[in-house]
């Protein structure tokens, strides 16, 4: 009997001593040191050409967006951003002192970039894309950097990230680094022009394309080998920009390059929800880097080869079927719709692409549809199309049946299914 006891007390033991070492190597693992405060710089200690590169690189990587406030003050962070996990707050990146990063150096301000550590020493959530800014070279983030510090100080606290139990943990970050962040430098590829693998170095690095376009696993890192599949932003689906795009074949450099700088392409339309705010940051890129973005974009989407559609396809128009099969869609839609998508109506003759060319009624997820419906399209200022929301002036019911229709009469797809529990259970969540 003292023999047992003596051994269940050894193996506690072990287990204990085992248990505190691993407790130890994972604070270890997750410590990273505070770096030094300095004095705000002082703004002629950056070079203009400096801050001018900064404010394009800036502009690529859509820092403004998550970093303003609905009606707040520019780069003052406390932006609400809903994630699976819960809300996070963005942080201000003007260069006040207290508030701000105006305490930061450069060292510290590229260690948040590409490790996701903040000044202080502790863990950034990925919400910062540091998986993909590790792929920008440092003398970029200088200069961005240099933008930043140059900007007005706005003294604004974000409030407190509102997360699911635990997670407020920040060294549980590190964990999440060590399976997610690959910290490798851009290389560019020999048998690719320049403005390739200029195009490649912006998408991949600061302009974090496949932070919304490739799927996420359940611990919210992108989904390895599925890059630029298709992913979701903001409750809206962000398309997959490789070839099984549904309209990968009418994307072409030029078509990619009008969307891109203007928000609107005659054969696409209209940059609708998240990614209105980033066409309207491009439209202030130098053409020359857009340009860029597009060549690389349609490279992986005719990755199989396929070449770009030089012509739209004739408008499909199957009304009379569609009629049949959701009347009700039918009425609304001539009550509330055609003045503008009917066909012949004037709207069509100022530019505007067919229904039946559009990603969003051709795709087999509605959500888009839905969204666009619901909440409605803003025009870009001075820009761009306009569609007002619907969601407050009709029923799920209204919605699902003249969204069925437009289904059904501009596409030759199969019917969305359960239509109206998607504009319901998208109501909810707006």
Same mark, same amino acid.
């Given at each position: ?32 040191? /505070?770096?030094? &405060?300095?004095?705000?710089? =002082?703004?002629?200690? $950056?070079? %203009?050409? *400096?801050?001018?590169?900064? #404010? ?117 970050? /590190?964990?999440? &680094?060590?399976?997610?962040? =690959?910290?490798?430098? $851009?290389? %560019?590829? *020999?048998?690719?022009?320049? #403005? ?129 099969? $959701?009347?009700?869609? *039918? ?100």
């Amino acid at each position: 009997m003292s023999s047992n006891r003596k051994s269940l007390r050894a193996a506690l033991f072990a287990t204990t001593i085992a248990a505190l070492g691993g407790i130890a190597v994972a604070f270890w693992y997750a410590y990273e040191p /505070a770096i030094d &405060k300095i004095s705000r710089p =002082d703004r002629e200690s $950056f070079s %203009p050409d *400096a801050i001018r590169r900064g #404010e394009q690189l800036a502009t690529v990587g859509d820092c403004i967006v998550c970093h303003t406030s609905e009606g707040g003050q520019p780069f003052a962070g406390a932006r609400p951003l809903p994630t699976p996990f819960g809300t996070l707050y963005s942080t201000n990146i003007t260069p006040d002192e207290d508030s701000g990063i105006g305490t930061w150096s450069e060292p510290a301000f590229i260690r948040a970039m590409k490790q996701g550590v903040r000044r202080d020493g502790s863990h950034l959530y990925p919400a910062l894309p540091y998986e993909h800014f590790t792929h920008v070279r440092d003398e970029d983030l200088k200069d961005v950097y240099a933008f930043l510090m140059t900007r007005q100080p706005v003294m604004q606290q974000a409030p407190d990230n509102d997360l699911l139990p635990g997670l407020g943990f920040r060294p549980l970050l /590190a964990g999440w &680094k060590m399976l997610f962040l =690959d910290q490798a430098n $851009f290389e %560019p590829i *020999a048998s690719q022009t320049d #403005e390739w693998n200029r195009g490649k170095y912006l998408v991949d690095g600061l302009a974090h394309c496949g932070g919304c376009h490739t799927p996420r696993n359940i611990a919210g890192g992108e989904k390895s080998g599925s890059e630029f599949a298709g992913g979701m932003a903001e409750g809206w689906i962000a398309p997959a920009l490789d070839s099984s795009n549904p309209s990968a074949a009418t994307w072409s450099e030029e078509s990619l390059f009008d969307y891109l700088k203007t928000g609107f392409d005659q054969m696409h339309g209209v940059a609708a929800g998240p990614m209105g705010p980033v066409s309207e940051g491009l439209s202030n890129l130098a053409d020359s880097d857009v340009s860029a973005i597009a060549t690389y974009i349609s490279s992986i989407m005719k990755d199989d080869g396929t070449e770009a559609v030089k012509e739209p396809a004739d408008p499909i128009d199957n009304a009379q079927r569609a009629a049949n099969d $959701f009347p009700e869609g *039918a009425q609304i839609f001539q009550g509330a719709c055609a003045s503008c998508h009917e066909s012949g109506s004037p709207m069509l003759h100022q530019g505007r692409p067919p229904l039946s060319h559009l990603t969003s009624v051709k795709t087999g997820d509605p959500t888009n549809a839905v969204a666009a419906v619901l909440q409605g399209v803003a025009a870009l200022p001075g820009k761009g199309a306009f569609m007002p929301a619907f969601g407050r002036n009709m029923s799920d019911k209204d919605l699902a049946q003249v969204l069925g229709y437009v289904r059904a009469r501009f596409t030759h797809q199969t019917e969305w299914k359960n239509l109206e529990e998607i504009v319901a259970s998208s109501r909810s969540k707006e």
